[in-house]
């Protein structure tokens, strides 16, 4: 792809060394609702194995040109297309599959037609790929967020639909507020209930992580599997963690904290074997975990995504959450 001027005057063009602070301080003055830490858009982006430094499309201002080289100027925005280079799990590269997990601009570079040249100069760069199905912004394994916030990005709402973006589905960020949080005696009644009948709940051993990495990648998300692994192996300690077995010794179900980024009150990953929903498993271990998260002083705790009308929907606002955030999910079919 070739770099490119915009009828707004900006160049846009791949990635370079030095383009870094920029970003993400254009970024802050974009999206403040979401603002970004220098370490976050390193973890997230720079050091993500998938990371191409040509997907992620900058726009800057006041760039010298000369022969198609672009030099100095002042990034006002940025577009991320990016593509399996890695599998996610097996060997599946999803060929067809691309991703735009954030786009933004500038508030001083708007009502130019920049924001709808980024995304079109990142849906070129996927396409070049022969990527013909294009989501945003449920890219794993480092989405920033789930998808689009339509209340607190109206004008991106519009911008994404109009470049032939559809909702595929909505996902829901919750929130508790730990501040007196008490262990429910229906939760305690359920927990002695289960035990009596041989069930065991517990802090998993070296051992159990086995179980709990395969039941995590087998049954739920390969995604969840490698953020257990990964965020054991960073050294988050085994007691985030709440394991239940069957009175056969199965382990059939789990719930933790502080997984991603080493936060310790975003809760999850969390699931319970299918077989053996509907059982209390899943209130009794969202409890012992809450329980556990206000015991090391946190006020409250949150996660981004479930269905609001699932199941697990239903369990987490029984158990007090409240929904904060809504996100879509979209997608573009390539027209070729």
């Not at 257990?228 to 719930?255: F, K, N, Q, S, Y």
């Amino acid at each position: 792809m070739t770099d490119r001027t915009t009828r707004s005057g900006a160049v846009i063009r791949g990635f370079r060394v030095g383009d870094g602070p920029q970003v993400v301080q254009a970024w802050r003055r974009s999206a403040p609702a979401d603002p970004i830490t220098a370490d976050r858009f390193r973890s997230l982006v720079l050091l993500d194995a998938n990371f191409d430094p040509a997907g992620l499309r900058v726009a800057v201002d006041g760039a010298r040109v000369d022969g198609g080289r672009v030099d100095g100027g002042r990034v006002v925005g940025a577009a991320y297309a990016v593509r399996r280079l890695t599998p996610l799990t097996g060997i599946d590269l999803e060929p067809e599959q691309g991703w735009i997990p954030f786009f933004f601009v500038d508030p001083a570079a708007r009502g130019r037609g920049l924001g709808r040249r980024l995304l079109t100069d990142a849906l070129d760069w996927l396409h070049g790929h022969g990527r013909t199905q294009v989501d945003f912004s449920s890219y794993t394994p480092h989405y920033v967020l789930p998808g689009l916030d339509a209340e607190a990005y109206p004008e991106a709402a519009g911008l994404l639909e109009s470049l032939g973006f559809r909702t595929l589905y909505e996902a829901a960020a919750m929130d508790r507020g730990l501040v007196g949080y008490r262990f429910p005696a229906d939760a305690a009644r359920r927990l002695a209930e289960l035990t009596a009948h041989g069930h065991r709940f517990g802090t998993p051993s070296d051992d159990d992580l086995v179980d709990l990495v395969a039941l995590a990648g087998q049954h739920f998300s390969p995604d969840w599997a490698r953020a257990i692994r990964e965020c054991l192996a960073a050294g988050t300690p085994l007691d985030r963690i709440v394991v239940v077995r069957d009175p056969a010794g199965r382990l059939v179900g789990w719930a933790m904290h502080g997984a991603y980024e080493s936060v310790d009150e975003r809760f999850g990953p969390f699931g319970v074997l299918e077989e053996r929903r509907g059982t209390g498993l899943g209130k009794v271990l969202l409890h012992l975990v809450l329980e556990r998260m206000r015991a090391r002083g946190a006020h409250s705790a949150w996660f981004l995504w479930t269905g609001e009308r699932s199941p697990a929907g239903h369990l987490y606002r029984d158990a007090g959450f409240r929904t904060t955030r809504l996100f879509r999910v979209l997608r573009k079919e390539a027209t070729r």
